[in-house]
């Protein structure tokens, strides 16, 4: 079996189409250190399900790999850390609205 | 240029509408994402990386003024203030908010544009030669033949559900610059014994996770039996073609599994049915299109003003060597604007830059603009004796870049800055490259070539056809760059061969800048392009410069 790695929940909003992290407080929050990092697959897939069902506010919900950093959760992979940031060839997105 | 009728007028309305409805139900929870999805991708509604995105569909690459105007204001009002050109001749706006989207299309048919079967297994925005109506070496403009296909193909009751998307590409010139042989159906404009223009029909052509060129299912087809023939392909497709498999649901794989000769007898078997079951009406459909696109009164003046701005700046004559093209026309010239200044977003305008070449449409263009695959803007009909003025101008709104054709005009799709589906970023690497020959002052040296990025094996950036195609993966976690080498994108169309291993984001600038000083050591005389000179060579010799032995690679 392979190790289970830590996971946050990240969807898009419904309306600003932008990407979210689901906090421990089940508020989506635009700021990915405040997401809850999920070490435990079974509560990872819970949390998923419950995110999911949030159909009128987020889509597309899925589990990212993320590791514990010293301000919260930080993405592993390039693409989740983009999503974080917002693109690199202007000052849009979250890099500047967070 | 064509205007929008009442039936065009009220349809694009009420699809609108319609759209309005679906938007507000998905806000207050009747529909679920599921069930908007594909309504919201019928009207060109993406969900990317940071924001929804729309795009926009600009038909054979063709804008008036006034669509120009509109475009820079819906930038503006609803998105960051810019748009990015792409490949398929259509304009992408990156930031919207889903509840403002019905407010842009309402705009959009205020000048007649729409977002309509730009996304979806549908037959998608007709792309066209970018010098449509202007170049010197046509046979006819083929917009009235793109603008009858794009009324034929929208909202086609039979090809709304096609096994997977479908382009179609046309130009009315021999020399290919709307990469028709890469396109599901291109045609290309010839004519036979007796000199009446037709028709090549290529079929099954596509880059993407498969890439193929095109084959040709009929060398001559009279012009008048066009509708009835795409109508044969694309019905036989719609039967014929898999919808067990994504990734074999193109028709080049309907068309290679198949076989051409079986392909083209069961188009045929299709075409003795659409071709009496078109009763002609197409063709007075066509006539009367065709009124919209009469040449522009082109006027005389001279040119001498031209020819001694031509002696006194440089940089306006470096300009004009690469930036211009030949137009059918006395004393006028193409323009291309380019749109990939060193360092830049290739293919992003800003809107106060569209309204600039709006204006210069305006006042010296016969109120007419192109937005060419490659990502750059075109003047179709500019006298010479106004180029000073209209440089002038382009130069003050950070426009013209003297660039045209060299290795900085790069095709980039946004890649993983913006879309959803990318493995790896396109945008910074075009930058980098652009701002390395820049700072070398190689560029002119180099001459002619065309580099080509694509963030995904969808192909989006052309690289297979690039003379230099860049292709961005992620490899373990990490992003990295394939090149494929000889690729070419004209009537001569080749799928690139790749290299060899990828490079890291750090190397890929260095290995492309070995790549090029590699082909100008090669190069037999000062004229030979790099594609001559790959041509004569073949890839060896280049694959040399690029993975130099490890004692070599040490010592540099
Ligand atoms: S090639 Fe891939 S990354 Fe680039 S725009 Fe197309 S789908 Fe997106």
């Not at chain 1, 830590?6 to 929050?29: H, Q, S």
């Not at chain 2, 084959?215 to 719609?238: G, H, M, Q, S, T």
């Not at chain 2, 003795?272 to 009124?291: K, M, N, P, W």
């Not at chain 2, 210069?360 to 016969?366: D, T, V």
Request: net charge negative.
């Amino acid at each position: 079996m392979t190790r289970f790695t830590p996971k946050v929940v990240t969807a898009n909003a419904l309306i600003e189409g932008d990407a979210v992290w689901l906090t421990a407080d089940d508020r989506w929050t635009r700021d990915m250190r405040e997401a809850e990092l999920l070490e435990d697959e079974a509560d990872a897939a819970i949390r998923l399900l419950h995110a999911q069902a949030q159909r009128n506010v987020v889509v597309g919900a899925y589990l990212a790999d993320a590791k514990a950093g010293r301000d919260g959760p930080e993405p592993t992979h390039f693409r989740e850390a983009f999503r974080m940031r917002g693109p690199s060839n202007y000052a849009h997105g979250k890099q500047v609205e967070v | 240029m064509y205007v929008y009728n009442d039936f065009d007028e009220a349809f694009v309305r009420a699809r609108v509408a319609q759209f309005r409805g679906q938007v507000e139900r998905r806000i207050d929870g009747s529909l679920t994402e599921d069930e908007f999805r594909p309504l919201r991708l019928m009207n060109g509604l993406y969900l990317q990386l940071h924001a929804y995105m729309l795009r926009v569909a600009i038909p054979y690459g063709t804008l008036n003024v006034a669509q120009m105007r509109q475009l820079a204001m819906i930038a503006d009002r609803w998105d960051k203030g810019y748009g990015h050109w792409t490949t398929r001749q259509n304009i992408q706006f990156n930031w919207p908010r889903l509840a403002d989207v019905p407010d842009m299309l309402d705009a959009l048919a205020d000048v007649g544009m729409h977002a309509i079967q730009t996304s979806g297994n549908t037959i998608r925005n007709v792309t066209a030669d970018h010098f449509a109506g202007a170049a010197a070496d046509e046979i006819e403009d083929p917009r009235p033949v793109a603008e009858l296909l794009r009324q034929w193909s929208t909202d086609h009751p039979e090809f709304q559900f096609l096994p997977r998307k479908f382009k179609i590409a046309i130009t009315g010139s021999p020399n290919d610059r709307a990469v028709t042989r890469a396109h599901d159906i291109g045609l290309r404009m010839v004519r036979d014994a007796a000199g009446a223009p037709g028709f090549e029909v290529i079929v099954g052509g596509g880059l993407g996770r498969t890439p193929m060129v095109g084959r040709v299912i009929r060398d001559f087809l009279p012009k008048a039996d066009l509708l009835p023939y795409c109508e044969a392909i694309v019905r036989v497709y719609n039967i014929l073609g898999r919808r067990d498999n994504k990734y074999k649901a193109r028709i080049k794989i309907t068309v290679f599994e198949n076989g051409l000769e079986t392909f083209r007898d069961l188009v045929d078997e299709q075409f003795s049915t659409t071709r009496a079951q078109f009763s002609g009406v197409d063709q007075e459909i066509l006539a009367q299109i065709e009124h919209h696109f009469a040449s522009p009164a082109f006027k005389t003046a001279p040119t001498d003003g031209y020819e001694a701005a031509l002696l006194a700046n440089p940089a306006f004559r470096s300009w004009t060597d690469t930036n211009l093209v030949a137009h059918k026309a006395p004393g006028y010239a193409i323009v291309q604007v380019s749109i990939k200044k060193h360092g830049a977003t290739p293919g992003d305008a800003t809107s106060d830059q569209m309204r600039v070449l709006a204006d210069l449409a305006e006042r010296y263009g016969h109120g007419e603009l192109r937005i060419s695959h490659e990502q750059n803007v075109i003047l179709p009909h500019v006298h010479k004796s106004d180029l000073p003025a209209v440089y002038q101008a382009l130069r003050a709104a950070a426009l013209a870049t003297a660039n045209i054709g060299l290795i900085s005009d790069i095709i980039a799709c946004p890649g993983m800055d913006y879309c959803a589906l990318a493995t790896a970023r396109s945008i910074p690497i075009a930058q980098e490259i652009a701002l390395r020959f820049d700072a070398l002052k190689l560029e002119h040296e180099v001459g002619p070539l065309k580099i080509k990025i694509s963030g995904c094996i969808n192909a989006c950036g052309h690289h297979h056809v690039g003379h230099i195609g860049i292709l961005g993966l992620d490899r373990a976690g990490v992003e990295n760059y394939q090149i494929t080498l000889g690729g070419d994108h004209t009537e001569t169309a080749v799928i690139g061969e790749r290299a060899g291993p990828g490079f890291s984001a750090d190397e890929i600038v260095p290995a492309i800048e070995r790549l090029v000083r590699g082909y100008l050591a090669l190069r037999a005389t000062r004229d030979e392009t790099f594609i001559e000179t790959f041509r004569r060579l073949g890839a060896e010799p280049f694959k040399a410069v690029l993975y130099p032995p490890q004692e070599a690679a040490d010592a540099a």
